[in-house]
């Protein structure tokens, strides 16, 4: 749903820019677990007929709670010189977060640009909301991801498909030609 509404933004963007029209979107990727990386990915469209200058991409919500997160590549701000209408720019970093619980409403990051070099009209835009993230313990996230439970999964998937396999195999065995019609006794 999230894609979609980014998707519109676009479109929507691209029918009514005129001049530089950052669109910027901020999401974890993958699952985010207690004491592993997680990396955050902010990406910037210039939806807009010109270019974009002096792009300053800002995501405070981390240094805002760093009690509960632990910094270790990256930077919390990217400075863009220049972003040329339709191109995209992608800013990275990672964190290791120290606690597990909900994550609610992942703030968005700030976005502050340009349409000129001289830096005399700044325009202030902020990334798509993501909502509401969980960050697993270590503990639940192996439970959920451990090979026990794939293996009960793949022999349900096998005794799926194996069953129906078989009663094929043994009409084809046992029937020449086909199983034998009920004949009508009236």
Do not use: C
Request: neutral net charge; charged residues 15%; without cysteine.
């Amino acid at each position: 749903m999230l894609r979609l509404a980014i998707f519109i933004s676009l479109l929507i963007a691209v029918v009514l820019a005129q001049g530089p029209h950052l669109v910027a979107d901020k999401s974890i990727d993958g699952d985010a677990v207690q004491h592993q990386n997680m990396t955050i990915r902010i990406r910037i469209w210039n939806v807009g007929s010109a270019p974009a200058f002096n792009v300053n991409v800002t995501d405070k919500t981390w240094s805002l709670a760093a009690e509960h997160y632990a910094l270790i590549d990256g930077s919390l701000e990217a400075l863009y010189e220049r972003i040329g209408p339709n191109e995209n720019v992608t800013h990275t970093y990672t964190l290791i977060p120290k606690v597990y619980g909900s994550l609610n409403d992942l703030p968005p990051a700030t976005l502050k640009y340009s349409s000129s070099q001289d830096g005399s009209d700044t325009v202030t835009a902020y990334t798509a909301v993501s909502g509401m993230r969980f960050i697993y313990s270590q503990a639940a996230w192996d439970k959920v991801h451990s090979w026990r439970n794939w293996a009960i999964t793949m022999s349900l998937l096998a005794a799926s498909l194996g069953a129906p396999l078989a009663a094929y195999g043994y009409v084809q065995l046992n029937y020449d030609k086909g199983l034998p019609k009920k004949s009508k006794s009236a």
